[in-house]
């Protein structure tokens, strides 16, 4: 049966079927998975295995831990994304920042100790995702003005600097373009955004940053204005290859 077959029968949309059969944006309840049960004809012990695995799956992700100093919302639709494109205004993006950043930012954010420590555990957890490989394409547009924020303490800024020349010179699957404070204004005044992508039966999504917290956006009308606004962002950033050169440069600073 195609996913088109499937969701007729059960009355469902294609999307919602979709969503349950990658597992990336929708935990499936037991009486969803009963029904596709049913129509696939699974029953007896298999059919226990299978409730009792829908059962176990809905236990809280590692991420609903660190609600106070991260988005659930974003983190959660991060983790099964297979490519994003990010820009994130005056800070580093959270995937690039170096533990002393990411403390940094807490800090600037009205965090205490604790929730400094835990903000720079949450960031850690998520950057396991370039060893994983899970993530296929991360595109990063970075302000130099995030960088020059932290001018003041050099050696954060060549930490900072050094590990973004690593992840792009080390893993393919990585971009990062320095946009330069000489540009001027830019499309990316409304603010930090993050467009994510999923397998092929999933549509992609976009999540906006606002205070006090961000906003899904799914809407083909919403993913499409922030991807214009990040190729606008990128032409006008300075290529892959001379942010890597400029970036070795800020490394090197005594």
């Not at 060893?131 to 050099?154: H, I, K, N, P, T």
């Not at 955004?193 to 205070?211: G, I, K, N, R, T």
Request: glycine share 10%; charged share 25%; with cysteine.
């Amino acid at each position: 049966m195609t996913l088109s077959d499937v969701a007729e029968e059960l009355e469902w949309s294609p999307a919602k079927l979709g969503h349950i059969e990658t597992g990336i944006r929708k935990w499936p309840s037991v009486m969803e998975i009963s029904a596709l049960l049913r129509l696939y004809g699974v029953t007896g012990g298999q059919r226990e295995a299978v409730l009792t695995l829908v059962r176990e799956s809905r236990l809280r992700p590692w991420w609903t831990e660190y609600e106070d100093v991260l988005s659930s919302a974003y983190v959660g639709n991060e983790a099964g994304a297979v490519a994003v494109q990010t820009y994130a205004g005056i800070f580093v993006p959270d995937l690039l920042q170096v533990p002393d950043y990411t403390a940094r930012v807490a800090r600037s954010l009205g965090h205490g100790e604790d929730g400094v420590e835990r903000m720079v555990a949450s960031h850690l957890k998520r950057q396991e995702v370039f060893e994983d490989g899970g993530l296929g394409s991360y595109q990063a547009v970075l302000e130099e003005d995030a960088l020059q924020r932290v001018s003041g303490d050099l050696e954060l800024l060549r930490a900072q600097a050094g590990r973004l020349v690593e992840l792009a010179t080390e893993y393919d699957t990585v971009t990062i373009q320095l946009l330069p404070t000489s540009a001027g204004p830019h499309p990316g005044y409304s603010g930090p955004f993050s467009v994510l992508e999923f397998d092929e039966d999933e549509a992609a999504l976009a999540y906006v940053e606002a205070p006090p917290g961000g906003a899904v956006v799914e809407s083909e009308e919403g993913v499409r204005s922030c991807r214009k606004v990040w190729d606008a962002l990128s032409r006008t950033a300075a290529t892959p290859e001379a942010t890597v050169g400029i970036l070795r440069r800020m490394a090197l600073l005594t």
